[in-house]
């Protein structure tokens, strides 16, 4: 049973920065595309980020060149920093991990993340 946990979320000010981590267990973790995705109150779950099994980033256009998305498969990891934070940005901030040819897909809890003065 592959389970991912986010960690990182939080209280921040406008151009703040926060580092979301998703740690997963249970699989081979470098086998999975991951995910960042987000959904703020009353809207739909959007992607902000991927990153393939090789490491190739792919971002949304409202995050490019203030977010960066890594991986470490050593340690079954894949972390998002956020800089230059908006208030658009406050979302609840989930996990995913696809396999690219079983298409078995899994998610986190989420992780809270608010932007404020």
């Known amino acids: 049973q592959v389970q991912l946990v986010e960690s990182g979320g939080g209280l921040v000010q406008p151009g703040g920065s926060l580092r979301l981590s998703c740690a997963a267990s249970?699989?081979?973790?470098?086998?999975?595309?991951v995910s960042w995705y987000r959904q703020a109150p009353g809207e739909q779950r959007e992607p902000v980020a991927i990153?393939?099994?090789?490491?190739?980033?792919h971002y949304a256009d409202s995050v490019k060149g203030r977010f960066t998305i890594s991986r470490d498969n050593a340690e079954n990891m894949v972390y998002l920093q956020m800089n230059s934070l908006k208030p658009e940005d406050t979302a609840v901030y989930y996990c995913?991990?696809?396999?690219?040819?079983?298409?078995?897909?899994?998610w986190g809890q989420g992780t809270q993340v608010t932007v404020s003065s």
């Open positions: 995913n991990a696809q396999h690219p040819t079983s298409g078995y897909n899994y």
């Open positions: 249970g699989t081979i973790f470098s086998l999975y595309l």
């Open positions: 990153i393939t099994t090789g490491g190739v980033p």
